[in-house]
């Protein structure tokens, strides 16, 4: 069992909670991930990895409630407990060498871009961050960035806070105005991580995306998470969850990511339910 | 009492094929106590004893049906015992007709003595009737990790416990019993008996960490830092094949081993599982082994028709022939000499067919087997809304990838002394699936076995 040692409410559909974990805590990387249950029923999901104490003994996670899982995970609060707890799973980040980045993040996948920027910043480097949203009261972590990066950008889909418009404008722009970045690093929505990938390649700028594809062991065992690279089958959860953008095939994981989203609604629409009885 | 020279053994009395093949519920239902003393009475307790050669952990075979004979049934386990650790669950699982009953004397003019049969018999009444529960051994201090908690890990750590050693199993699931849990589905082996085998290692002191990964939580330079004496590495088969042809990323594309940990780790056939499985209407499964078979009757119970793929004939299937002939009673269509070449998908990303060629057999290949050679032009779809592609896995790279000196083969799978199971590295063994490649539970137990008696030899003289 796995103690909740923190919990704060982002905003009304993102949280973020510190396990107790000190193996994991140890090891733990920018860009790796863990998989947890929340009890003895329940599935197995992904999440990156947002920030870890190693003294402490603490693991940072930041998800988004999309599903029954990330929703009864949601309603479990300080001191309680989560039945598992598996990592640090997968490849970190390659930071190694690099002197000048953007970091660009898009919605929940600002938590993962996080740790990236501020490993950069430590190391260093110059990081420029984008970081954007649908709207103003979706906007996370943004004094957190703003430590982590040299220059900071925040855009909303509809102007609400910051530029008004997506990621990949002030990208664009950067790069028109002939900015070179050694590596741009994306961490968001697939369709996000496509766009940003569409706006470097003229620019041959390499480009990292993290992918968080359907998961069940997260060691290789089940083959589902399997993403198509260069034209080769990669697993994210022993290749990945990184992987060079211009490779991925975006379309074909954006169609296999939507396997059980029926049953996501279904399953979300339970949970709420069961909540709502509780609650009365 | 005189011998049961009928040429015929004791049928396995079993589910009715139309039932069972709408619940998860156990197929095979086993001999009652008359019954194992008939088929017990069939043995003739030859001298030289061809059966227990044939057997991977060498079980006293004849000594055990001697005492199921004598009606002593807890005598009988205690015998199966000496030699086995997991008898219930072997008594399931091992093809015993290619193993112990194949050399059996009564085969050669009729049925073998269905020494599995008897052998499941036993665990299960021990199972029933044992109130005695297992005590911790003194303990000798001296500590080993095992890596893995499936048969050949269960088997290591139960060895090694009760020699006296200090053991941890290290599990990266959630769940201890490897393969035994995630592939083996519950109607060909019931989860409670796996959970009673891992009870009973705890019962002996056998310490189990769920949820560490051994090459990303914890390395096993980290575990001799830690104080562990030895290393069994017994971490499985990993990444499931793929055919590489075009289609397999479509949705409803499945590896049987992602298949079958949704319905028996996760319990996704359960009404109220949290976690989902595709609900198809047409399954084609591709591959002929036992994980094949595994694979078709799990889809079947979720309400699908089945259809398995094979590309040689149904005499090289790999699979058991009782599982071969519990797919046919449960409906499963088996469409042989059949290969695939594409899997077509809707607009939507979902598999809508797979195109398969028509085969037929020509001179054996180097791995003894007829070779499938691909008929021209005979090229036909099948309609198919789900592809599960059981087609073997190769060795997990995570312990390899992070134990610097640990040798491989081209293959991936670790290389060892076959006497000790010992690695290219001091005080680190091996077994299973991670140096065989997918073989089967009763191997890996035995290299289970092998190593413990290795690691024990080893640890004396230091």
Same mark, same amino acid.
């Given at each position: 069992?796995?103690?909740?040692?923190?919990?704060?409410?982002?905003?009304?559909?993102?949280?973020?909670?510190?396990?107790?974990?000190?193996?994991?805590?140890?090891?733990?990387?920018?860009?790796?991930?863990?998989?947890?249950?929340?009890?003895?029923?329940? &599935?197995?999901?992904?999440?990156?990895?947002?920030?870890?104490?190693?003294?402490?003994?603490?693991?940072?996670?930041?998800?988004?409630?999309?599903?029954?899982?990330?929703?009864?995970?949601?309603?479990?609060?300080?001191?309680?407990?989560?039945?598992?707890?598996?990592?640090?799973?997968?490849?970190?980040?390659?930071?190694?060498?690099?002197?000048?980045?953007?970091?660009?993040?898009?919605?929940?996948?600002?938590?993962?871009?996080?740790?990236?920027?501020?490993?950069?910043?430590?190391?260093?480097?110059?990081?420029?961050?984008?970081?954007?949203?649908?709207?103003?009261?979706?906007?996370?972590?943004?004094?957190?960035?703003?430590?982590?990066?040299?220059?900071?950008?925040?855009?909303?889909?509809?102007?609400?806070?910051?530029?008004?418009?997506? $990621?990949?404008?002030?990208?664009?722009?950067?790069?028109?105005?002939?900015?070179?970045?050694?590596?741009?690093?994306?961490?968001?929505?697939?369709?996000?991580?496509?766009?940003?990938?569409?706006?470097?390649?003229?620019?041959?700028?390499?480009?990292?995306?993290?992918?968080?594809?359907?998961?069940?062991?997260?060691?290789?065992?089940?083959?589902?998470?399997?993403?198509?690279?260069?034209?080769?089958?990669?697993?994210?959860?022993?290749?990945?969850?990184?992987?060079?953008?211009?490779?991925?095939?975006?379309?074909?994981?954006?169609?296999?990511?939507?396997?059980?989203?029926?049953? &996501?609604?279904?399953?979300?629409?339970?949970?709420?339910?069961?909540?709502?009885?509780?609650?009365? | 009492?005189?011998?049961?020279?009928?040429?015929?053994?004791?049928?396995?009395?079993?589910?009715?094929?139309?039932?069972?093949?709408?619940?998860?519920?156990?197929?095979?239902?086993?001999?009652?106590?008359?019954?194992?003393?008939?088929?017990?009475?069939?043995?003739?307790?030859?001298?030289?004893?061809?059966?227990?050669?044939?057997?991977?952990?060498?079980?006293?075979?004849?000594?055990?049906?001697?005492?199921?004979?004598?009606?002593?049934? #807890?005598?009988?386990?205690?015998?199966?015992?000496?030699?086995?650790?997991?008898?219930? $669950?072997?008594?399931?699982?091992?093809?015993?007709?290619?193993?112990?009953?194949?050399?059996?004397?009564?085969?050669?003019?009729?049925?073998?003595?269905?020494?599995?049969?008897?052998?499941?018999?036993?665990?299960?009444?021990?199972?029933?009737?044992?109130?005695?529960?297992?005590?911790?051994?003194?303990?000798?201090?001296?500590?080993?990790?095992?890596?893995?908690?499936?048969?050949?890990?269960?088997?290591?750590?139960?060895?090694?416990?009760?020699?006296?050693?200090?053991?941890?199993?290290? #599990?990266?699931?959630?769940?201890?019993?490897?393969?035994?849990?995630?592939?083996?589905?519950?109607?060909?082996?019931?989860?409670?008996?796996?959970?009673?085998?891992?009870?009973?290692?705890?019962?002996?002191?056998?310490?189990?960490?769920?949820?560490?990964?051994?090459?990303?939580?914890?390395?096993?330079?980290?575990?001799?830092?830690?104080?562990?004496?030895? $290393?069994?590495?017994?971490?499985?088969?990993?990444?499931?094949?793929?055919?590489?042809?075009?289609?397999?990323?479509?949705?409803?594309?499945?590896?049987?081993?992602?298949?079958?940990?949704?319905?028996?780790?996760?319990?996704?056939?359960?009404?109220?599982?949290?976690?989902?499985?595709?609900?198809?209407?047409?399954?084609?499964? $591709?591959?002929?082994?036992?994980?094949?078979?595994?694979?078709?009757?799990?889809?079947?119970?979720?309400?699908?028709?089945?259809?398995?793929?094979?590309?040689?004939?149904?005499?090289?299937?790999?699979?058991?022939?009782?599982?071969?002939?519990?797919?046919?009673?449960?409906?499963?269509?088996?469409?042989?000499?059949?290969?695939?070449?594409?899997?077509?998908?809707?607009?939507?990303?979902?598999?809508?067919?797979?195109?398969?060629?028509?085969?037929?057999?020509?001179?054996?290949?180097?791995?003894?087997?007829?070779?499938?050679?691909?008929?021209?032009?005979?090229?036909?779809?099948?309609?198919?809304?789900?592809?599960?592609?059981?087609?073997?896995?190769?060795?997990?790279?995570?312990?390899?990838?992070?134990?610097?000196?640990?040798?491989?083969?081209?293959?991936?799978?670790?290389?060892?002394?076959?006497?000790?199971?010992?690695?290219?590295?001091?005080?680190?063994?091996?077994?299973?699936?991670?140096?065989?490649?997918?073989?089967?539970?009763?191997?890996?137990?035995?290299?289970?076995?092998?190593?413990?008696?290795?690691?024990?030899?080893?640890?004396?003289?230091?």
């Amino acid at each position: 069992m796995y103690k909740i040692a923190s919990k704060k409410v982002l905003n009304p559909f993102v949280t973020q909670m510190e396990i107790e974990a000190p193996l994991v805590a140890k090891k733990a990387e920018p860009g790796q991930f863990i998989i947890l249950r929340v009890d003895s029923e329940g &599935e197995r999901i992904p999440l990156t990895v947002a920030g870890y104490d190693r003294e402490k003994g603490l693991v940072k996670i930041i998800f988004q409630i999309v599903g029954g899982t990330t929703n009864k995970l949601n309603q479990k609060n300080v001191g309680d407990y989560i039945s598992d707890f598996v990592g640090p799973l997968g490849k970190a980040t390659k930071v190694d060498g690099l002197k000048k980045v953007c970091i660009i993040g898009g919605g929940v996948g600002c938590a993962i871009a996080l740790p990236i920027a501020q490993k950069l910043k430590e190391m260093g480097a110059e990081v420029d961050s984008i970081i954007g949203f649908r709207n103003k009261d979706l906007l996370i972590l943004e004094e957190e960035f703003k430590a982590a990066s040299d220059k900071l950008v925040v855009t909303t889909d509809d102007g609400s806070y910051g530029i008004k418009g997506n $990621v990949t404008m002030p990208l664009k722009e950067a790069l028109e105005n002939g900015i070179v970045y050694d590596e741009v690093i994306t961490v968001g929505p697939l369709i996000m991580m496509k766009f940003v990938v569409a706006t470097t390649k003229p620019y041959n700028i390499p480009t990292t995306v993290s992918m968080n594809p359907i998961m069940i062991d997260g060691t290789g065992m089940c083959g589902g998470c399997r993403l198509t690279v260069g034209g080769v089958t990669k697993f994210a959860c022993v290749d990945g969850p990184d992987f060079d953008g211009f490779l991925i095939d975006f379309d074909e994981a954006m169609k296999r990511g939507t396997t059980y989203r029926d049953f &996501e609604r279904h399953a979300y629409e339970n949970t709420c339910n069961l909540f709502k009885k509780e609650a009365k | 009492m005189a011998a049961n020279m009928s040429l015929k053994r004791n049928e396995m009395p079993t589910q009715d094929a139309i039932i069972r093949a709408t619940n998860f519920n156990e197929v095979a239902l086993g001999y009652s106590e008359e019954t194992a003393i008939d088929e017990a009475l069939r043995c003739l307790n030859c001298k030289n004893a061809p059966c227990v050669a044939g057997c991977p952990v060498n079980i006293h075979i004849p000594e055990f049906i001697a005492k199921v004979k004598e009606g002593d049934f #807890e005598g009988a386990y205690q015998v199966i015992y000496q030699s086995s650790s997991l008898p219930a $669950v072997c008594g399931r699982v091992c093809p015993q007709e290619k193993q112990c009953e194949e050399r059996c004397i009564r085969g050669i003019k009729g049925e073998s003595v269905g020494i599995g049969r008897l052998e499941r018999f036993v665990a299960d009444w021990h199972n029933a009737h044992c109130t005695e529960t297992l005590k911790k051994p003194e303990s000798n201090g001296i500590k080993v990790a095992v890596i893995g908690s499936g048969p050949s890990g269960l088997t290591c750590a139960g060895e090694l416990a009760k020699k006296g050693y200090e053991v941890t199993v290290f #599990e990266a699931l959630h769940t201890a019993g490897g393969v035994l849990v995630y592939g083996i589905p519950e109607f060909r082996l019931p989860k409670a008996i796996v959970q009673k085998e891992v009870d009973a290692l705890i019962a002996l002191g056998v310490d189990l960490q769920t949820n560490v990964v051994i090459g990303k939580t914890l390395t096993i330079e980290e575990l001799f830092e830690a104080g562990f004496k030895a $290393v069994f590495v017994g971490s499985g088969a990993g990444l499931p094949r793929f055919m590489n042809i075009e289609g397999e990323s479509l949705n409803g594309v499945y590896s049987a081993n992602e298949f079958l940990t949704r319905n028996n780790l996760m319990k996704a056939y359960k009404e109220g599982s949290d976690t989902p499985i595709m609900k198809a209407k047409h399954t084609v499964v $591709v591959g002929g082994g036992n994980v094949a078979m595994d694979a078709a009757r799990t889809a079947k119970r979720l309400g699908s028709e089945v259809t398995i793929v094979y590309r040689r004939t149904e005499k090289e299937l790999p699979a058991r022939l009782e599982e071969v002939h519990h797919a046919k009673e449960e409906g499963i269509n088996f469409a042989m000499l059949t290969n695939p070449v594409k899997i077509n998908g809707d607009e939507n990303g979902w598999v809508s067919g797979i195109v398969c060629d028509r085969m037929e057999l020509s001179e054996p290949d180097e791995s003894g087997r007829a070779r499938p050679v691909k008929i021209p032009n005979s090229e036909y779809e099948i309609m198919t809304d789900c592809v599960i592609m059981s087609i073997g896995t190769s060795p997990n790279p995570l312990i390899k990838d992070t134990t610097n000196g640990l040798e491989v083969n081209k293959y991936g799978g670790i290389i060892v002394d076959e006497e000790t199971a010992l690695t290219s590295l001091k005080g680190v063994y091996a077994g299973g699936d991670a140096v065989t490649g997918a073989a089967t539970v009763i191997s890996a137990m035995g290299a289970g076995k092998t190593a413990a008696k290795a690691i024990d030899e080893y640890l004396k003289n230091i």
